[in-house]
Every structure is written in C-alpha cells, then in structure tokens.
C-alpha cells in the first residue's frame, strides 16, 4: 500500500497567517491526490480534488500544488473558520490511503 | 443536493457482524460515472479506507479487511450497505459513508455525518 506522510502533525498558526502542509507519497501517484478539511464532530471536507483542483464553493485562499510524490495545500491568509484537521488522500491506486492528519490550531 | 445518512446499530458484540445501511437522498445511486463507499476514523487508526463498489457490483476492499468485508447496492431503495464480520475492538470507529467520483478526476464527495459504532460485550 502507499503510504502518505503529512508533516507537521500540528501548527499553531494566527489569523492572517500564510500556512502550508505538506504530504508525501511513498511512491509516484501523479496528480491523483486530495485534500479534505475536518472540523471536530464532522465529516471531512473536500478542498481540492486532482492536486491542485479546488472544489466548488471553496474559497480561493485554499490552493494545492504538487506531483509525483510531493504535496502542498496552502492556505492563503487562515481564517477563524480554517482552524481543523486536514487530511490528504491519494487516490492513485488500491488501496486508498489517507495520510495520518495535520492540526492546524490558533497561536 | 445529494445527501448520505449513515444507519444502524450503535453497539456490537465483539465477533459478531456490524451491519450500516447509507440512504441516498436527492439523487440516483444508479450512476456508472459514481462509486459508493465506506471510510471509518479512529483514534488509533486515522481515516481508513475501507471499500467502495459500483451500483451494479464490483467492490474494491482494502486488503487489511478483504476478508471480513462485503458491500452492495439496492437499487430500488438507493441505498448500499456494509457488512463486517468477527469484529473486535480495534472495529470501533466513526464509519462514514460516502460517494466517489469514478472517472478520473476522483474525488470523495459527499460524505454522511459518521455514525460511531462501538464493539463491546
């Protein structure tokens, strides 16, 4: 199975902050990666679909890059409502796996 | 707006079969162009994939519960269900149901709101 590494764990981070997370694959996966947002008590969220795709209705300081092994989803300018868990996904091959989860909480 | 609801029993005797049906609401689960599929979080374990299958069959299970797991599809209620036999324990989790584009770009989309089932005697 690939296995997907977000670093970090967390961060504490302001608001108005730019924030990156990372994810890396343990092997090529294209672009065939996700990224969801997951706040406490709810589902998770997609934000970007594709890699660098963003979801309909997300807000553009939401943007994902990347290919291959090497991932980022940054967050522009964090908002109040941007403090969560968020999770990558690839979704090359079977079976699907999620990384272990980046806690993006207020400094 | 397509809508997925998780349900059925909250509480499971270790070996026994967990059983989740997922209502879909606001749309046809009928769609060659969608899968449907199952995804639990734990505290332990993270988010874990466990399968996904096409309204007309053709699961994928993760391999680390192939041998306990199996989906389908009822058509005429738009719902699809999971089995999980012989639990244990380390089965406790928030089980969500969700949809997954199958053509390329994937995407999963929507999800339910989890329903957490605990194993225990």
């Known amino acids: 199975a690939i296995q997907m590494t977000q670093s970090p764990s967390s961060l504490s981070a302001s608001v108005g902050d730019r924030v990156t997370i990372t994810c890396r694959a343990s092997?090529?996966?294209?672009?065939?990666l996700g990224w969801y947002q997951q706040k406490p008590g709810k589902a998770p969220n997609l934000l970007i679909y594709a890699a660098s795709s963003l979801q309909s209705g997300v807000p553009s300081r939401f943007s994902g890059s990347g290919s291959g092994t090497d991932f980022t989803l940054t967050i522009s300018s964090l908002q109040p409502e941007d403090f969560a868990t968020y999770y990558c996904?690839?979704?090359?091959?079977?079976?699907?796996?999620f990384g272990q989860g980046t806690k993006v909480e207020i400094k | 707006q397509l809508q997925l609801q998780e349900s059925g029993p909250g509480l499971v005797k270790p070996s026994e079969t967990l059983s989740l049906t997922c209502t879909v609401s606001g749309g046809s689960i009928s769609s060659s162009d969608y899968y449907w599929g199952w995804i639990r979080q734990s505290p332990g374990r993270g988010l874990e994939w466990i399968g996904t299958?096409?309204?007309?069959?053709?699961?994928n299970y993760n391999p680390s519960l192939k041998s306990r797991v199996t989906m389908s599809v009822d058509t005429s209620k738009n719902q699809f269900s999971l089995r999980l036999s012989f639990v244990t324990a380390a089965d406790t989790a928030v089980y969500y149901c969700?949809?997954?584009?199958?053509?390329?770009?994937?995407?999963?989309?929507?999800w339910g709101q989890g329903t957490l089932v605990t194993v225990s005697s």
């Open positions: 092997q090529g996966i294209r672009n065939d």
């Open positions: 299958v096409l309204y007309s069959g053709g699961p």
């Open positions: 969700v949809r997954r584009r199958g053509v390329t770009p994937n995407w999963f989309d929507p």
């Open positions: 996904l690839q979704d090359y091959n079977y079976p699907l796996t």
